[in-house]
């Protein structure tokens, strides 16, 4: 049957989380409150490290950007969703679904680009520390956070421009709670292989080029400090590479799994509960998980509470 012989799809429905009444309202409260935790959570790191001069150091400069975009990234699908609980409408216009996806891809993008550029940072600060001050100057650092904005907003806009350059048409719905690109293009009426394999392409680019930076950083750490001999040292490094690490496995692995997987062999139900973890789970963890153990932001937060209390 022909492509012309079906009625154009102007609105797309989004099932959701689940159907029923007495889950909905349980996620909607457990959704909300980590929504409200992420903000603050992360809203807090952006303060400290704007007053406290201690913390404008490259760390916390990439640090506060991150903050920003987990705001960002949370904010584009959240609401929605907790909306869709609540009211159980998930109709969203092809311009809202679109630029629910942009925003999410261009943030997600971001973030994988940015968790690579830490991971580099705390890299040459432990293994190369002589040249840190040099290799991280204020203008770098501007350059890569800057680097990050843009090839994630770039990449986002090539991969939502070739998405809806193709017609939907049948089925509106949307066995999801965002509008994910894989899920959309299921609905379009044309074939989607060309799409479907740039869109992988990118993928690899934003998701396992930077998970390779990752993990060859932290285990050039971990050599590094192994290497010195101090127990306490090795100590603090598993520490801490492997809480960064526990973090970055459950971002990219979720993405991975939604993105670069087979097209088959995985029910919908899975990929909800992947993109759960990546879109709510990790925004939540990433400020706690940098920030639990550090004596700096542990001082910086005594100190803005002493000011609030005199």
Known sequence: ????????????????????????????????????????????????VQVDSRLHTPMYFFLSNLSSVEIGFITSTVPQMLNHLLTRHGELSLVRCALQMYM?????????????IMAYDRYIAVCHPLVYATAMGKWRQLQLASACWLAGFIIAAICVSITFQHPFCGSCCINHFVCEIPMVLKLACDDTHITQHIIVMFAGIV??????VILTSYGLILFSVLQMGSVTGVRKAFFTCGSHLVVVTLFY??????????????????????????????????????????????????????????
Do not use: C
């Open 253 to 310: 692995g979720a993405i991975i799994f939604v993105y670069i997987r087979p097209p088959s062999g995985t029910s919908p139900e899975n990929e909800k509960q992947m993109a759960v973890f990546y879109l709510v789970v990790t925004p939540l963890l990433n400020p706690l998980i940098y920030t639990l153990r550090n004596k700096d932001v542990h001082e910086a937060v005594a100190k803005v509470l002493r000011r609030w209390v005199l």
């Open 104 to 116: 999410t891809l261009a943030l997600g993008s971001v973030e994988a680009i940015l968790l690579a």
């Open 207 to 212: 998701i396992l080029g930077p998970f390779s």
């Open 1 to 48: 049957m022909g492509v012309d012989n079906f009625t154009a799809t102007t609105e797309f429905i989004l099932v959701g989380l689940t159907s029923d009444r007495k889950t909905q309202i349980l996620l909607f409260v457990l959704i909300l409150l980590m929504y409200i935790f992420t903000l603050l959570g992360n809203l807090g790191v952006i303060v400290l």
